[in-house]
Every structure is written in structure tokens, then in C-alpha cells.
């Protein structure tokens, strides 16, 4: 059993910071921005509610953090009231939040400055994957920090991997959004093409899902876009936030990428119908507009 804290108990840090009590039996600190998530967070999973980050953080092994972007964990992790001024020597931080690879590099440095251990580790598998503690971490950081972190990290995990050094486990992140944009986009043109042409959705894709078309999108996604319910799993907001990630970033290294760039323009518009907490299938709703 490891002492650990969580900071950020949003959709996706709620239901991890319970996997990392429950499944994995560590000792769990947890801080919310909204003090009542956390005494709820508490209650629930006999855990300890603190009053700053830096409270969460003193005297853990482990400290997660699941927050919205790069500004969000720079104030949870810097200052007065921040996780470094908790952190005991020789503790880890595990930056679960889908942020900047420079980030990551700069959190890498300043951690090992203060004697810290540091680990980027963005996660794959939406609300679904988080509840059910089935979520696929890319992780990048020190082999060793890796190692002595994987087996705490694998409490919500159904797949932990090392992608390479600080930074790598973000880029892994930004090549897993950029696939997803792609599939979704084709998926719902799919869906839109056949309807036009009067097909039987469902007995469609019950053949073409076990062919070279299969994917996850296919398989969870297809009945409710056909059904146009899109209130299942990541936001189109977020995903916009993830793909100006991986835009930014494509700007640095000088990769191209026409479909990213296409399909984040078409979740502007799909935002601009009122859909902006609609999940990333809605992007049917603007075809059938």
C-alpha cells in the first residue's frame, strides 16, 4: 500500500482516485477546486478531504493530478499552497491531464530540481474506461520512476505503458486524438451516407464493424449516433482543447496535419449549434443538419 493524493475530481479523477483507494488499497488525499466534491470523494471511498493541494500532497508516495489544461496545473502544482510545497523528497507526481508536451518537460525539470520524481501520463478510454478502471495510460518520464509507478498507476489501468523519456507520454496522447478525429469523422459520414441511401444502419455495421472498417468508434458509437443521442463520453469542448494541443505542437515539429485541422473546424461548428458538451460522435449532428 502506497500513500497518495489526487488532485482534480472531475469526470475522469473522481472514479480513479476510487480505483487507487478501492482496487488498489492505497491510503488517498484528495483536493477539488469545489470543497464538496471532495468531502463527497471522502465519504464514499473513506479517504481524507484536504483543504489546498499542498495539504493533499504532504507525506505521499504518489501525487495524481487530472486537471483541464496546462494553466490549471501549473496552479495546483506551483506556489505557496501547490503540490511542490508538500512533496516530501524522493515522491513522484503523476500528471494524468491531457496537457503540452512542453509542459511535461518543464514539470520534468523543475521536479528533479527539487529532488522529485515526475511522470507525463495522459489517459485513453473516456468516463467509461475511468468508472470501469480500464483506461490506457501512455506515459513518459525515467525508466525508473516508470517502474517503481506502474504497479500504483495500474489500479486504473487496463494497459500502462512507457512511450520514452518526459514529453513522450503527451506526444502518445496527441497521436491517440489525432487518430480518433480521423475515425469519427469517417464514421459519421458513413452513417450519413447510408441513411441518405435508405440503408439499415445496424445490419450494416454488424458486417463491415468484423472487416478492415472495425473499430472502437464503430462498435460503441454507431447506434447512438444513428439514434442521434450524443450524450455519451468526452465533450466536444475537451476534444477541441486536445486538438489545438496537437496543432500547436505540429506548428513546433513541422508535421502536417489536413484532417486534424479540418475536423477541429468542424467541431467549431457542431459548438456553434449548441453542441459544445455534445461527445465527439456528434460530429453526425452537423451532416444531418
Known sequence: ??????????????????????????????????????????????????????????????????????????SVVYGEDGIFAGLQAGATLIDNTTASAELARELDAAAREKGFGFLD???SGGQAGAENGALTVMVGGDEATFETAKPVIAAYAKMVGRMGEAGAGQLAKMMNQICIAGLVQGLSEAIHFGKRAGMDIE???????????????????HKTMDSGHYEHGFAVEWMRKDLSICLAEARRNGATLPVAALVDQFYAEVEAMGGRRWDTSSLLARLQR
Open 1 to 74: 500500500m502506497a500513500k497518495t493524493a489526487f488532485i482534480g475530481l472531475g469526470v475522469m479523477g473522481y472514479p480513479m482516485a476510487g480505483h487507487l483507494s478501492g482496487r488498489g488499497g492505497h491510503e488517498v488525499a484528495v483536493y477539488n477546486r469545489t470543497a464538496e466534491k471532495a468531502e463527497r470523494w471522502a465519504e464514499q471511498h473513506g479517504g481524507k478531504a484536504a483543504g489546498t493541494p499542498r495539504e493533499a500532497a504532504g507525506g505521499a508516495d504518489f501525487v495524481f493530478v487530472c486537471v483541464g489544461n496546462d494553466d490549471d496545473v501549473r
Open 121 to 123: 501520463a495522459p489517459v
Open 203 to 221: 445490419t450494416v455495421v454488424d458486417v463491415i464493424s468484423k472487416g478492415a472498417a472495425g473499430s472502437w468508434q464503430m462498435e460503441n458509437r
